[in-house]
């Protein structure tokens, strides 16, 4: 009976045992379990405040571009009002040239159809010499006119016309074909100006838009190129922060392994110590009982005969000694279980701590593995993309210089309307003045000549 209730006892505390073992490892895979949980929910957190900052780093950059946009948009409209402005400010001024030309053509038509018969004719010496005081007196008038214009106007032009017919009056045989001469030159000239006016305005348009048009690619260029540069740095920052991490967490793994497989150790050479004294104990006990067992197991019969000269086997003696014995197996036996059992449990958990650290190694070398051949290739892109983006940076900047340039050279602010317009309209004024001068000599030498056929 004692044994059974021994045996029972030890199957209960073995059961026990069994209990609180596998409580323990459900303990620890829960605990492992809420930890991981708890990691990964700080990584959350951290990534959600890192994409918080994130976006409002790119609120703040949208906000700076929209007020680049605005800006942009407003000096864009400005600069199309500017250009519509002297747009019609350069029509203005064709017209008023026009208007010059069409005045000199007239000038000229008027000295062709009115002084043609004068060039013919023949005249006496007190005729001419008349005549000549007259058109000489004439000549100083349209001079004074068209030296009175250049001056006020400063028109340098105006003033070379003044001075070649100051010339042409004193020293030309037909002041009047020297004169319509002059005024056909200075059309050619004027038409030549506004040929080559026109043809430097097409040509400031067209590469002013040319110029902008390369502006706003290299710019969008640029922006695009910053934008990229940006998720490139900011990646790579996170990349290596997620390296860093890992890094730590790998040689705490070691750490925790190596520190689990010298604990292992002393456990498993201190249960080898222990089993063999529980072994060896038992097995004496075990040796002891058969003897005593052997010895007095024959006939307790024979113990309970009657005392004689002889030696007898004491039967009381045995009972309790063997019963002693038989206690100590049992616990040793139970002992022995008991740490054998306690290995095997350390054994496999330390089994599955060290499978469990070497996946978890494996997965966490694999991830930094590929993480940093990321940063490498990231790098290299970076390094392309900065290269790219300070040679479309230099380019720009020749841009913006020969856009400076450029606006130097055509856009320069122009004489107001009606200043020009006053001052055209004076030198208009001026030389109908000189014609209409011109035409009363051209009228007086036809009345010479009319007086000299009478005559």
Not at 32 to 44: N, R, V, Y
């Amino acid at each position: 009976m004692l044994e059974k209730a021994e045996a029972q006892k030890a199957d209960a505390e073995k059961a026990e045992m069994q209990a609180k073992h596998d409580y323990m490892m459900l303990k620890s895979s829960l605990e492992a379990s809420i930890a991981t949980q708890k990691k990964e929910q700080e990584e959350a957190k951290k990534e959600k405040a890192a994409n918080e900052q994130t976006k409002a780093t790119a609120e703040g950059d949208l906000e700076e571009a929209q007020k680049e946009l605005a800006t942009d948009t407003k000096s864009l409209n400005d600069a199309h009002a500017d250009c519509e402005e002297r747009a019609h400010e350069w029509d203005v001024s064709m017209q008023s040239r026009a208007h010059e030309i069409e005045a000199l053509d007239m000038a000229t038509k008027i000295l062709q159809e009115k002084t043609g018969g004068a060039q013919s004719q023949a005249y006496s010496f007190l005729q001419l010499a008349s005549s000549s005081r007259s058109r000489v007196s004439n000549m100083d008038r349209v001079v004074k006119e068209l030296v009175s214009v250049g001056k006020s106007f400063n028109d340098r032009a105006i003033a070379m016309l003044a001075m070649r017919v100051r010339s042409a009056s004193s020293n030309a045989a037909d002041p009047f074909a020297k004169v319509k001469g002059l005024i056909e030159d200075m059309i050619t000239k004027l038409e030549q100006e506004a040929a080559e006016e026109a043809s430097a305005k097409a040509f400031c348009d067209e590469e002013t838009a040319k110029t902008k048009a390369k502006k706003d690619d290299h710019t969008s260029t640029i922006t695009d190129l910053t934008a990229k540069i940006d998720s490139a740095e900011a990646r790579i920052t996170k990349l290596k922060e997620q390296v860093s991490v890992l890094s730590k967490e790998l040689k705490s793994i070691a750490a925790e392994q190596a520190e689990a497989t010298e604990v292992r150790q002393e456990q498993k050479a201190e249960y080898e110590v222990v089993a063999k004294d529980y072994q060896d104990g038992l097995e004496g006990v075990q040796m002891a009982l058969k003897v005593l067992r052997d010895y007095y197991g024959q006939s307790f019969a024979q113990m309970a005969q009657p005392e004689t000269s002889t030696h007898s086997k004491s039967g009381d003696a045995a009972s309790s000694i063997i019963g002693i014995l038989e206690v100590a197996e049992s616990d040793f036996g139970k002992l022995l279980a008991e740490a054998t059992e306690s290995e095997q449990s350390a054994a496999a958990e330390y089994e599955e701590l060290t499978e469990d650290n070497k996946v978890a190694t494996a997965e966490k070398k694999t991830d930094v593995k590929y993480k940093s051949k990321e940063i490498v290739e990231l790098q290299h892109d970076l390094s392309e993309l900065s290269g790219d983006r300070d040679n479309e940076q230099e380019e720009l900047d020749s841009v913006l210089e020969y856009l400076s340039k450029l606006n130097d050279k055509c856009v320069a602010k122009p004489e107001p309307y009606e200043e020009r317009k006053r001052r055209r309209e004076a030198e208009l004024e001026g030389l109908k003045n000189a014609l209409q001068i011109l035409e009363g000599e051209a009228i007086g030498f036809l009345a010479v000549r009319a007086v000299h056929k009478h005559a």
